[in-house]
């Protein structure tokens, strides 16, 4: 299978050279093939974040290499960076970030505008997608009027606007109750039946044993402790 993301012997500090010098990732080499599902495990402040963000071109690694396919892009400028983000990558934060003075419909449809789209097709293109995530009748509301499990499925929805080849999400059941989880996992579930490469972040154990995980890759103190499931 052909790898997607590779991260090889990365490390990544914060505030280099200071009193408050922290190492986040010591080391951590991982391969993501294309079509696979990898969830990111570990307690909190383990480094599986800092990881997600490297492996999705949101920061750059100290030292290492961050690969895209077979294209180190670990040192590219950040305005070359933006472009891979937006041009592969799909994101689904732990918070949402989502715009609470716009509304659904323009939250979804808010990536595809640098893209010099026709404003007709950006419209059609987050209709679709606000069907299937069952949000038709939602989207003239502002994110404030939503609840957590709506706004979390408008989420996924913006991240998925430009089809985007990986879809990246950071504790995506942080705020969910058992069911929404379940629904959530049940979305991911499909995503992946249509081939996207799908790397989460997550110390949920329903979403660590879910049946559509591939496999784990464990990391403690910033250090890779096992690679498989």
């Given at each position: 299978?052909?790898?997607?993301?590779?991260?090889?012997?990365?490390?990544?500090?914060?505030?280099?050279?200071?009193?408050?010098?922290?190492?986040?990732?010591?080391?951590?080499?991982?391969?993501?093939?294309?079509?696979?599902?990898?969830?990111?495990a570990?307690?909190?402040?383990?480094?599986?974040?800092?990881?997600?963000?490297?492996?999705?071109?949101?920061?750059?690694?100290?030292?290492?290499?961050?690969?895209?396919?077979?294209?180190?892009?670990?040192?590219?400028?950040?305005?070359?960076?933006?472009?891979?983000?937006?041009e592969?990558?799909?994101?689904?934060?732990?918070?949402?970030?989502l715009l609470?003075g716009?509304?659904?419909?323009?939250?979804?449809?808010?990536?595809?505008?640098?893209?010099?789209?026709a404003?007709?097709?950006?419209?059609?293109?987050?209709?679709?997608?606000?069907?299937?995530?069952?949000?038709?009748?939602?989207k003239?509301?502002?994110?404030?009027?939503?609840?957590?499990?709506?706004?979390?499925?408008?989420?996924?929805?913006?991240?998925?606007i430009?089809?985007?080849?990986?879809?990246?999400?950071?504790?995506?059941?942080?705020?969910?109750?058992?069911?929404?989880?379940?629904?959530?996992?049940?979305?991911?579930?499909?995503?992946?039946?249509?081939?996207?490469?799908?790397?989460?972040?997550?110390?949920?154990?329903?979403?660590?044993?879910?049946?559509?995980?591939?496999?784990?890759?464990?990391l403690r103190?910033?250090?890779?402790?096992?690679?498989?499931?």
């Amino acid at each position: 299978m052909m790898s997607c993301l590779r991260a090889v012997n990365v490390r990544k500090l914060y505030h280099a050279g200071r009193p408050d010098e922290t190492c986040a990732l010591d080391q951590v080499s991982v391969t993501i093939d294309a079509g696979e599902v990898v969830v990111l495990a570990g307690p909190s402040g383990s480094g599986k974040t800092t990881l997600l963000s490297l492996l999705g071109c949101m920061a750059r690694p100290t030292s290492g290499e961050v690969f895209l396919g077979e294209r180190s892009v670990g040192r590219l400028q950040e305005h070359f960076l933006a472009r891979l983000r937006r041009e592969h990558f799909g994101f689904v934060f732990q918070q949402y970030q989502l715009l609470g003075g716009l509304s659904v419909l323009d939250n979804v449809m808010l990536p595809l505008y640098p893209a010099g789209m026709a404003l007709s097709k950006i419209r059609l293109r987050a209709e679709e997608l606000l069907d299937r995530f069952e949000l038709r009748d939602k989207k003239h509301k502002t994110i404030a009027q939503l609840s957590g499990g709506e706004q979390q499925r408008v989420a996924i929805s913006r991240a998925l606007i430009a089809d985007p080849k990986v879809l990246i999400a950071d504790e995506p059941t942080a705020h969910l109750d058992q069911e929404l989880a379940g629904r959530l996992l049940a979305h991911l579930a499909e995503l992946k039946a249509e081939g996207k490469t799908i790397l989460i972040a997550s110390h949920d154990p329903s979403v660590i044993n879910a049946g559509l995980i591939d496999r784990q890759v464990l990391l403690r103190h910033g250090q890779l402790e096992t690679g498989e499931r």
